[in-house]
């Protein structure tokens, strides 16, 4: 399956902030869905912990702060400022931690799919 997106600009000031708590801690996501294709700019507050095991493929650049993705094996990579992970769907279980929280780009869909 492929998808044809013209070009496009994304002004991420326009696109509103949705809240998502965490086990402790708080994201804030701004989402843009296209066809086969999310692309967000996630926050994590200080002291964020996801208040659940992810098994969604995702490719994640760090842009501003600095995380851990802990897996549910019990790895954990720390990742800072322009450093990025990317996984495929149900490839792994894994979750984010900032402790002293973390501005992320997301990108995620069906290219990532097995």
């Known amino acids: 399956m492929s998808a044809n997106y013209p070009?496009?600009?994304?002004?991420?000031?326009?696109?509103?902030?949705?809240?998502?708590?965490?086990?402790?801690?708080?994201?804030w996501w701004q989402t843009l869905q296209l066809p086969g294709l999310r692309l967000r700019i996630v926050e994590y507050s200080p002291g964020y912990l996801a208040d659940h095991w992810c098994r969604k493929g995702h490719v994640v650049h760090c842009l501003?702060?600095?995380?851990?993705?802990?897996?549910?094996n019990g790895?954990?990579?720390?990742l800072s400022e322009g450093m990025t992970y990317v996984v495929a769907d149900e490839m792994s279980s894994h979750r984010s931690i900032s402790d002293a929280g973390v501005k992320?780009?997301?990108?995620?869909?069906?290219f990532l799919k097995p």
């Open 104 to 110: 992320l780009l997301i990108i995620d869909g069906d």
């Open 64 to 72: 501003q702060g600095a995380f851990v993705s802990e897996l549910q």
């Open 7 to 27: 070009f496009q600009t994304i002004d991420w000031t326009a696109i509103e902030k949705t809240v998502h708590p965490g086990e402790t801690g708080t994201a």
């Open 75 to 78: 790895d954990r990579f720390e």
